[in-house]
T-cell receptor
Framework: ETGVTQSPTHLIKTRGQQVTLRCSSQ?????VSWYQQALGQGPQFIFQ???????GRGNFPPRFSGLQFPNYSSELNVNALELDDSALYLC???????????????FGAGTRLSVL | QKEVEQDPGPLSVPEGAIVSLNCTYS??????FMWYRQYSRKGPELLMY????GNKEDGRFTAQVDKSSKYISLFIRDSQPSDSATYLC????????????FGGGTRVLVKP
C-alpha cells in the first residue's frame, strides 16, 4: 500500500507567477486536504476536497484554488504568488469509513515552495 | 489568542527519560485529537489518535485527553535519540470539512 505522494518536492518561483502542486492520495482514501506550513509553525488548513468538490476552506484568499480528480488525486493552484507564500505545502488524505475513521489524516512529505 | 497552544521548546532530555508534551485549546467543539511527529523537512507522521476524553497507549506512547480542562498530553517512555523531532498536536471538531487545527509544535531533543 503506497502512502500519500506529492510532487514536486521543491519548487522555486518568482513573485507574480502561478504554481501547481500535485498530490496522490493513499490507496482507499477518498478525501484530500491541503495545508500550508510556514517555517517554525504548525500547518494551517487551506481546503479539503471530497467527491471532487470543495468541502471546507480555511482563511486563504481565492488565489488559492484546487481540484480533485475521479481517482481522488488532487491539485493545489496558487496564482499571483507573493513572498509570504513561501512555505511547505502538505497534502493529507483520509480513509473512507465511519465518523471516527474519516477524521484521521495521513500526510505526504510536502512540496517546499520558495518565492523570490 | 490561538485556538491551540503548544510550548515551542526546545525540550532537551537524556536518553531513556520520559518525554512529556502537552497542548491546551479553547474550542470546546474539538472531539478528535491527534499527535504527529515531524522530522526536519519531512511531512507529519501520525503517532496517536484519540476520540473524546480518556487515555490511549501504543507501545512507548501514551496519549491523554481531558476535555473538561481542554488539555491533552503525550508521554514518550524510554526515549531514544531517534525520537528527536518536532511534535505537533492537532484536533478536529469533526464537522463538515474535518479540518485539523494544529499547535505550533514542540521541538524535542533526546541526548545520548
Amino acid at each position: 500500500e503506497t502512502g500519500v505522494t506529492q510532487s514536486p518536492t521543491h519548487l522555486i518561483k518568482t513573485r507574480g507567477q502561478q504554481v501547481t502542486l500535485r498530490c496522490s492520495s493513499q490507496s482507499g482514501h477518498n478525501t484530500v486536504s491541503w495545508y500550508q506550513q510556514a517555517l517554525g509553525q504548525g500547518p494551517q488548513f487551506i481546503f479539503q476536497y471530497y467527491r471532487e468538490e470543495e468541502n471546507g476552506r480555511g482563511n486563504f484568499p481565492p488565489r488559492f484554488s484546487g481540484l480533485q480528480f475521479p481517482n481522488y488525486s488532487s491539485e493545489l493552484n496558487v496564482n499571483a504568488l507573493e513572498l509570504d507564500d513561501s512555505a511547505l505545502y502538505l497534502c493529507a488524505s483520509s480513509p473512507r469509513g465511519g465518523m471516527v475513521t474519516k477524521n484521521i489524516q495521513y500526510f505526504g512529505a510536502g512540496t517546499r515552495l520558495s518565492v523570490l | 489568542q490561538k485556538e491551540v497552544e503548544q510550548d515551542p521548546g526546545p525540550l532537551s532530555v537524556p536518553e531513556g527519560a520520559i518525554v512529556s508534551l502537552n497542548c491546551t485549546y479553547s474550542n470546546s467543539a474539538f472531539q478528535y485529537f491527534m499527535w504527529y511527529r515531524q522530522y526536519s523537512r519531512k511531512g507529519p507522521e501520525l503517532l496517536m489518535y484519540t476520540y473524546s476524553s480518556g487515555n490511549k497507549e501504543d507501545g512507548r506512547f501514551t496519549a491523554q485527553v481531558d476535555k473538561s480542562s481542554k488539555y491533552i498530553s503525550l508521554f514518550i517512555r524510554d526515549s531514544q535519540p531517534s525520537d528527536s523531532a518536532t511534535y505537533l498536536c492537532a484536533m478536529s471538531a469533526g464537522a463538515a470539512g474535518n479540518k485539523l487545527t494544529f499547535g505550533g509544535g514542540t521541538r524535542v531533543l533526546v541526548k545520548p
